[in-house]
């Protein structure tokens, strides 16, 4: 069987499994994957499968899963996770802060507005006057917190103290900044919009406290279509997911063993699909049995309302795929906050179309030409030809599951944007050495 390595996410080894019942690890391009161990209670080494643990087989250091949940009883330890890259399920997409109010300073006789963004927040930890009109009798480089457009929202009361000077803003700039978020909005590149999330919430947040230590990323590549995004709390493993679905590239977090750091990792998986290179799954080629097509048009929407800047009758609106008509019309509402450019938000509702699926399903086959792991790999694009139909489509899931001494592969198949469906595959391969 495959030894199976724990380590910490410090990179120290916690040891090495080389009996366990069974291994499920299911890898996907977009997504964040899971895992199941599951070893008998007296197994040398189950006392190791923790919460926070690293796993990974000693053949694939590259894909490595960290373990969320385990279960112990007096007969088995069974514990599950996902990749690495899960760890962005433990964050939300939290906006920039936005300035609480506008900070002027007086300066020989006349208020001067401090526009300077890390000038008005290093101004917040020291002595400033809060209130809702300008001090009577200002004194010589005296500055102002001015609440006043905060002020027809949140009801300060009397708390602020008109006229007086409060040395720590405490609660009030709290509530201030915390109920004055906005949207973290981004428009570029795929790979650009996945780089941007991940400084912001996982690399280097406002808060330090988010930050994941010891990960960082790389230069871009500007690879992707671009698009525009937006995020308000949403959990910023499901943004990237949607990211991935709707441009075709993936995202990893992987160990750089050798510098003890992991990175953060815009992947693109190789096309497959056609021309000298063509990787072909089907039962003609000896390598897939039982391919089935499936057509699924329930989900899909040809017609995107999409919501912008403004309120009620004064709001922006745009429809976005207008020309379907009658009964092939499929029609769906996407919020996009306060966006006031017609053509960002022409393109936030493109993003948000979801086109009918068409995929195949098959029982994958390890013999014949082009194999899973030799040919082709996790990512990739390839063509698949069965039940009448041919498609190139993107491998999206790889499920690997070891047992009584033998592994089997499963692969999941989708052409993104659409991965739901996908094309099932299965490869059985016995005596793994």
């Not at 964050?91 to 920039?96: D, Q």
């Not at 208020?111 to 209130?131: H, K, N, P, S």
């Not at 082009?370 to 039940?387: P, T």
């Amino acid at each position: 069987m495959e030894s199976v390595i724990l380590m910490d996410m410090s990179f120290r080894q916690l040891g090495e499994l080389a009996l366990y019942e069974s291994l499920v690890m299911k890898r996907s391009f977009y997504g964040v994957g899971a895992c199941t161990l599951t070893l008998g209670a007296g197994d040398e080494g189950a006392e190791l499968a923790r919460p926070g643990a690293l796993m990974l087989l000693a053949s694939q250091p590259q894909n490595v899963m960290i373990l969320e949940d385990v279960t112990r009883s007096a007969q088995r330890v069974t514990a599950t996770g996902v990749q690495l890259k899960g760890l962005a399920k433990r964050r939300i997409c939290v906006p920039p802060l936005s300035l609480p109010a506008a900070l002027w300073e007086y300066r020989e006789g006349a208020w001067t507005e401090i526009t300077d963004e890390a000038e008005v927040r290093a101004a917040l930890e020291g002595e400033v006057y809060q209130g809702f009109q300008r001090p009577a009798s200002p004194q010589e480089g005296m500055r102002w917190l001015d609440m006043s457009e905060l002020g027809a929202v949140y009801d300060w009361g009397t708390t602020l103290g008109a006229g007086a000077v409060v040395s720590d803003l405490g609660t009030a700039q709290l509530r201030s900044k915390y109920q004055n978020f906005g949207w973290d909005r981004f428009v570029g590149s795929a790979e650009d919009a996945y780089l941007h999330y991940a400084q912001n919430n996982l690399i280097a947040p406002e808060d330090e406290n988010r930050a994941i230590p010891g990960l960082t990323a790389g230069e871009s590549l500007h690879r992707g279509a671009e698009l525009p995004w937006q995020a308000r709390f949403d959990r910023l493993s499901d943004l990237f997911e949607r990211i991935g679905e709707a441009t075709g590239l993936g995202w990893d977090i992987v160990p750089d063993f050798a510098a003890r750091r992991f990175a953060f990792v815009v992947t693109q998986g190789r096309d497959l699909g056609g021309g000298l290179q063509s990787v072909l799954v089907s039962e003609e080629m000896g390598n897939a049995a039982g391919i089935t097509r499936k057509r699924k048009t329930s989900g899909s929407s040809t017609t995107v309302y999409a919501g912008g800047a403004g309120e009620d009758e004064n709001r922006l609106i745009l429809s976005v795929g207008n020309e379907a008509a009658g009964v092939e019309r499929r029609e769906l509402w996407a919020e996009a906050g306060s966006v006031e450019d017609v053509e960002m938000l022409r393109l936030f509702g493109q993003g948000k179309m979801a086109a009918t699926t068409d995929t195949l399903e098959a029982d994958m086959l390890d013999s014949g030409a082009c194999r899973y792991g030799e040919d082709y790999a996790l990512g990739d694009v390839v063509l698949v030809a069965g039940a009448g139909a041919w498609m190139s489509a993107r491998i999206v899931e790889v499920t690997e599951t070891y047992e009584a001494g033998s592994r089997s592969v499963s692969c999941a198949f989708g052409d993104a944007p659409v991965t739901a469906g996908g094309v099932l595959a299965r490869i059985h391969r016995a005596g793994v050495r």
